[in-house]
């Protein structure tokens, strides 16, 4: 996760803007976001716009601004994405403000999250997710028959990265294993 910038006050609240890197950074995200925290990104909306000559509507998805009272989290390891749902604070043209979004936040984007409150466990979690070399991975082949599973091993969780399905002789095992 890089850290671009904290805006913390005296009183403990503040924000910090940051990028995920990668999948760990989601779920260090997971824990880091609580419901009534603030969250600044930019997400795709359905825009339906109607044809007023023809009566037709049309609909198209746009990559709007948005802040979110945040309300739930949901983090789908598998698709390395996570899903943030609350009401909008940020009018605009695309989407009234106290509206219902669910944001999905995947690698590589930026956003701002705001709290009441930064306690000393906000605090360490952060800066873990934010130092590199404590990302130190492990990569593990499981296998059964007929499946094999590549794992990449974190300090804080594991993730599928790959299935393959298929039969797996002694002589492929050993050909995975050994490169």
């Known amino acids: 996760m890089r850290l671009y910038g904290k805006e913390l006050e005296k009183d403990g609240g503040g924000t910090v803007h940051i990028e995920t890197e990668d999948g760990e950074d989601l779920w260090h995200l997971y824990n880091l976001i609580a ?3 603030k969250l600044k990104c930019r997400t795709q909306r359905k825009v339906q716009s109607e044809n007023v000559a023809t009566g ?7 990559i709007i601004t948005v802040v979110l009272d945040v ?3 949901d ?5 390395l994405q996570l899903r943030i749902k609350g009401t909008n604070e940020l009018e605009s043209d695309n989407i009234k403000m106290g509206a219902s979004h669910t944001a999905e936040i995947e690698v590589n984007m930026k956003l701002s999250l705001t709290k009441e409150c930064w306690d000393a466990i906000y605090l360490d979690r952060l800066a873990d997710a934010v130092d590199t070399a404590a990302k130190a991975d492990v990569a593990a082949v499981i296998m059964q028959e007929g499946i094999a599973h590549l794992c990449l091993v974190t300090p804080n969780m594991t993730i599928v990265r ?6 797996y002789s002694t002589e492929a095992k050993v050909r995975i294993l050994r490169p």
Do not use: E, H, P
């Open 56 to 62: 037709t509507t049309t609909s198209i998805k746009k």
């Open 162 to 167: 790959q299935k393959n399905r298929g039969q």
């Open 75 to 79: 983090l789908d390891t598998q698709v």
């Open 71 to 73: 309300q739930a989290i």
């Open 35 to 37: 419901v009534g925290d």
